[in-house]
């Protein structure tokens, strides 16, 4: 973005027709403010992310301990199309209810992402302008040097290598400009950027989110990260930390089969068994047409199967069976099947609260 007409006339230099040293300052914040402009978000949307993860408990943990929140989401909500897409697309759910989070906490009535910018463009600012007086001193103490100009350059962007991205060899059409006044220089330089600070800070009063090319959210998104693959059979999503990790898929909860409308053979009956017990059981489960596979042997059945190692484990979460009660009839629409028969809910199931399924959730 270059800089309009008028953008001198508040300390009366202008770029049209002007000295050496006033081409030299507008030619060279020219440069810096798209370079400022962006490092300012960069730099932003790493402070809110590491804002959020200081003060949201959602964020102090890893991917599993995020999930206990966004179930806990889930259930307050009792919003069953939500469910749906958290099983169905875990790692979108998961993204999506971190930008919200985020969304909030930046874009409420405080107005927190105009603070954050302001921080940023204030301590960039700041890196600058050290570097305008750093630059001016060194050139000045090199009373030898007849080349002032391209010395002061190589000093400033020197400076500013960490801070901005604002490569010398851009700078080339400059290096030759004849500024013996270096005093002069410093205080042009003061008021330009002083003036770009100011119009800065005015467009940060009207940001909205869609200005950061990398998003807070994704920073976090990251840091909560992982394993994506999901259970073949339930849905439940591998805990490991680590994406494309070594050996074999894992969770240490699986969920009843019927969250992925799995029935049992020649019958409507939604299963209500999960994954973990029926490995320890003389139920098998087909592939294909007619290949059936003991539950037992489950890796038999090749990939995605035999990437998951199963334990024989019957614990179920209180979480899971709330759920399968409260949207039983949603459950049964969604598949066109029936909790009857070996699928029919416990009646001890039905008697657990939606707190009583939280408070075990939440338990370490």
């Not at 002061?152 to 080339?172: A, G, N, Q, T, Y």
Request: charge should be negative; aromatic fraction near 12%; charged fraction near 25%.
């Amino acid at each position: 973005m270059s800089f309009p007409r008028d953008f001198f006339q508040c300390f009366q230099i202008s770029c049209q027709g002007a000295t050496s040293i006033t081409t030299f300052a507008c030619f060279l914040c020219d440069k810096i403010q798209p370079a400022l402009h962006q490092a300012v978000y960069e730099r932003t949307a790493k402070d809110i992310a590491e804002d959020m993860r200081g003060k949201f408990p959602d964020f102090q943990g890893n991917r599993a301990n995020l999930e206990v929140f966004i179930l806990r989401y889930l259930a307050e909500e009792e919003n069953f199309e939500y469910f749906k897409q958290y099983l169905k697309f875990p790692k979108e759910f998961f993204q999506g209810y971190i930008e919200r989070r985020v969304k909030s906490h930046c874009l409420d009535e405080s107005r927190r992402l105009k603070k954050f910018l302001d921080s940023s463009l204030s301590l960039l600012y700041g890196n600058i302008l050290s570097a305008v007086f750093l630059s001016t001193q060194i050139v000045k103490d090199r009373e030898d040097r007849e080349d002032k100009v391209s010395l002061w350059l190589d000093e400033f962007c020197r400076e500013l290598s960490e801070v901005i991205s604002l490569p010398r060899s851009d700078l080339k059409g400059i290096e030759h400009q004849e500024v013996t006044d270096i005093e002069f220089l410093k205080r042009v330089m003061t008021k330009v950027l002083a003036t770009l600070r100011d119009r800065l800070q005015e467009e940060f009063s009207h940001a909205d989110m869609s200005s950061f090319s990398r998003q807070p959210h994704t920073i976090l998104a990251e840091h909560c990260s992982g394993c994506w693959e999901q259970c073949p059979f339930c849905g439940a999503v591998c805990t490991n930390t680590m994406q494309g990790h070594d050996g074999d898929h894992q969770v240490v909860f699986h969920r009843p089969r019927a969250v992925k409308g799995t029935r049992w053979h020649q019958t409507d009956h939604l299963v209500i068994d999960i994954c973990s017990s029926l490995v320890a059981s003389d139920c098998s489960f087909r592939i294909g047409d007619n290949v059936w596979i003991p539950d037992k042997r489950y890796r038999d059945a090749g990939p995605p199967c035999s990437t998951w190692n199963i334990l024989p484990d019957p614990s179920m979460q209180a979480y899971w069976k709330w759920f399968v009660s409260h949207f039983q009839t949603q459950l049964e629409a969604l598949y066109n099947r029936k909790f009857q028969g070996r699928g029919e809910i416990p009646e001890a199931w039905r008697r657990i609260t939606k707190q009583e399924a939280l408070s075990e959730l939440e338990k370490p």
